[in-house]
């Protein structure tokens, strides 16, 4: 394997609303609500910034106020003022790795005009023909506005050495997962919507809200295969208690 060219990693902040918890975990708990979190990601290179995912798309929040998703998602949650905590500006950004083109994760890419975005194909395509009980989480003002660039990949990819996407869909037809490795900590899987919470992962539960919820089990324990073989964290997506009591936000994770 080659030395990983990750120097650092952070997690961002974009905020909480309170979503049903049957939506995230198939066929359990669906008389619940609670609130959950939005992080995404970023990392020093060798080969410059790196993003995955990039928050909420905010000018589609009064939409979530109609939902009765009570959303706490303020200006300092958006991707650029996320950045600024740690010292980044949207133009240091060279790439980013999106997981999926939900709104709460590809909200921040018109922030990033000429940045080479790397996307699932099947992910892309699906994702201005959604069906349409699956077409709320997609707004396309997010992801079809001038200047992205799209590199499109057909299954699982090593980006650089270091950041290796790895095909995780289910949830939605091309959602990826990020295999990170840090040059001090070791492995980490970031998740994204592969598994909402942690408790997806520790019982084998796809997401509610799947558009096949066979292909996205099969997903959770691709992720839990590889978390074991590499000793790695396998980070949820939107598990506020995790979150809360295991992930440091804008700190350096090495
Ligand atoms: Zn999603």
Avoid at 149 to 173: C, K, M, R, Y
Avoid at 177 to 195: K, M, N, Q, R, T
């Amino acid at each position: 394997m080659k030395k990983t060219k990750v120097r650092r990693m952070f997690v961002l902040d974009g905020g909480s609303f309170i979503y049903e918890t049957g939506m995230m975990k198939f066929g359990t708990d669906m008389d619940k609500r609670e609130r959950v979190c939005t992080p995404f990601y970023a990392f020093d290179t060798e080969e410059g910034w790196f993003l995955y995912d990039t928050g909420w798309f905010h000018p589609a929040l009064p939409l979530l106020d109609q939902l009765g998703m009570a959303p706490e998602i303020g200006e300092e949650n958006n991707t650029v003022n996320q950045l600024k905590k740690i010292g980044v500006v949207p133009s240091d950004i060279s790439s980013i790795i999106i997981s999926h083109l939900h709104v709460d994760h590809a909200g921040g890419l018109p922030f990033f005009p000429d940045v080479k975005i790397y996307v699932q194909k099947d992910e892309y395509m699906y994702a201005f023909h959604p069906n349409s009980f699956l077409s709320v989480p997609y707004i396309q003002q997010a992801y079809n506005s001038p200047g992205l660039i799209w590199e499109f990949l057909e299954g699982d990819q090593s980006i650089i050495p270091g950041l290796t996407v790895v095909l995780a869909n289910g949830h939605t037809p091309g959602l990826q997962a990020l295999l990170v490795e840090l040059p001090e900590s070791g492995f980490y899987i970031l998740g994204s919507d592969s598994a909402y919470l942690y408790d997806n992962i520790e019982n084998n539960i796809p997401p509610g809200s799947s558009w096949n919820p066979v292909l996205a089990q099969y997903a959770v324990k691709r992720c839990k295969a590889l978390q074991t073989v590499l000793d790695a964290k396998y980070f949820p997506g939107h598990d506020l208690e995790f979150f809360r009591e295991k992930v440091n936000y804008a700190a350096e994770y090495k």
